[in-house]
Nanobody, 117 residues
Framework: QVQLVESGGGLVQPGGSLRLSCAAS????????MAWYRQVPGKTRELVAS???????NYSESVKGRFTISRDTAKNTMYLQMNSLKSEDTAVYYC???????????WGQGTQVTVSS
């Protein structure tokens, strides 16, 4: 299996920035895509940003232009740089990894991001 550990969440004022990290354990399974999801009470978990094995990225419209997803292959770590944060960005952010050939999905434990003055 793949173990995912998020870090970097916390409290930030509107307009501020945070950088989330997700460290993935090395395993037999290759990871075809890593992504950040977020969830607030009463709502479904939504995709925020993703990065595939070939480096291609995509973002939800609500964060495009403000968030940047990246990865460090050597460290097997994914990052989410969040700028110009808004109160509506408040959520638990989850790291996600997928292996497409085996249809496997792994989730991190989540890290709380709170945007408030």
């Amino acid at each position: 299996q793949v173990q995912l550990v998020e870090s970097g969440g916390g409290l930030v004022q509107p307009g501020g920035s945070l950088r989330l990290s997700c460290a993935a354990s090395r395993s037999t399974f290759s990871i075809d895509r890593m992504a950040w999801y977020r969830q607030v009470p009463g709502k479904t978990r939504e995709l925020v940003a993703s990065i595939s094995f070939n480096g291609s990225t995509n973002y939800s419209e609500s964060v495009k232009g403000r968030f940047t997803i990246s990865r460090d292959t050597a460290k097997n770590t994914m990052y989410l740089q969040m700028n110009s944060l808004k109160s509506e960005d408040t959520a638990v952010y989850y790291c996600n990894a997928q292996n497409w050939p085996r249809a496997l999905v792994w989730w991190g434990q989540g890290t709380q991001v709170t945007v408030s003055s």
